[in-house]
Every structure is written in C-alpha cells, then in structure tokens.
C-alpha cells in the first residue's frame, strides 16, 4: 500500500478505533481535533501524534496495517457540538432498536449505537457477540435507526441548512450554531452551506 509522505495516527470518537490520518501537505498535532473520511464516513477524531514523513518504499510500517481515513478539514466548537448532539440521538435510538429486537425474539442486548458525524453511518454495539438471527436483521435495524433519526431536527439540519441566513456569512444567527449567533455546525458537515438569496 502506498501512503502519502504526510500521514498522522489519530482515534475516532464513534467507535475508538485507531486510523492512520492521510494528511496530504497539511501538518497535524498531537491532541488536535479533525474531521476524517473513512470507510465508516465522516468521522471526528483527535490526532495522537504530530504528522510523520513516511516514504512510499515503505511498506514493513505498522501504519500501514492500519484502517485508513483521509484529513478533511480541522474540527471546531460546532463539530463538537453537534456531535454531542449526535451523541444523544443514537442514545435515544437504542430503545427503538432494541424493541425491534425484542420484537423478534432476539435474546441479545443492545448497548450503543455508533455513528458517523453526519449519521449517514452506523454501527451497533451488542453486549457479547450478536446470535446469527441477529446478524441476518442488522440491515433492517439500520433502517429503524436511519428511520428514526430522519425525523429529527438535527438530521433535518444536516441535510437541508438552517435556515435563510444559512451560509451567508453576515453574522446573523444560524439555526444550528451551539451559540445562536455564529455560523452552522450541522449543515457545515454536509457542505450545505448556501448564501441566501
């Protein structure tokens, strides 16, 4: 596998798993927060150590075993924000989750439900490994979790902006800012951000 010369070691909040950070020219810190695209999706992770020059030759790194995932953009406040937000959706999801399982006669627990930080990912966390009837039904319980966070406002945000000032960069207060007067988090994720009109 050959990695850029620019790559750096971060964990991912959604599930705590480790990623090598392919950060292109851009030089990350030990303790920064950034936003990642990685096979779950976006992610929100924290730099574990400063960017590290690696050359393409090299291939006997334990980087290189590792899952992979691409710099996006540094991470702020509103990332945080909604991803707390996030936090406690998929808190709130997994009693839903759960009685679809109970509904089933499926004897296994649900403990989290992991996402990525525009919810367009999932992941769920059993307590003990899930039984084969469960495994066969993890596509519709991604469907009861996708369902049930469609018709919240935060996911409506993601996907459709905020409102009429949404990315017009006057100062006037945005719909889905932590403080009510500053630019978008959620829609920011999904580049929705548009001047209004």
Request: hydrophobic share 35%; with cysteine; proline share 3%.
């Amino acid at each position: 596998m050959n990695l850029p010369n620019s790559y750096a070691f971060a964990r991912m909040v959604a599930q705590g798993d480790l990623k090598t950070v392919h950060a292109g020219l851009r030089r990350l810190q030990r303790g920064q927060w950034v936003v990642c695209r990685s096979d779950f999706g976006l992610e929100l992770g924290q730099i574990l150590a400063d960017t590290q020059e690696l050359a393409e030759s090299t291939n006997t790194s334990p980087w290189s075993h590792q899952a992979n995932a691409n710099w996006v953009r540094d991470a702020n406040s509103q990332d945080h924000w909604l991803w707390g937000k996030l936090q406690a959706l998929n808190h709130d999801a997994v009693e839903v989750c759960q009685a679809f399982l109970n509904d089933h006669q499926s004897q296994d627990t649900l403990l989290e439900i992991a996402s990525s930080i525009d919810g367009k990912s999932v992941a769920f966390e059993f307590l003990g490994d899930p039984s084969e009837e469960t495994n066969s039904q993890l596509g519709e319980l991604s469907e009861i979790y996708q369902a049930f966070i469609r018709n919240s406002e935060i996911y409506q945000q993601i996907e459709t902006g905020c409102g009429p000032n949404c990315g017009s960069g006057s100062g006037a207060a945005c719909g889905s800012s932590p403080d009510g007067k500053s630019a978008c988090s959620s829609c920011s994720i999904a580049k929705r951000c548009k001047p209004s009109k």
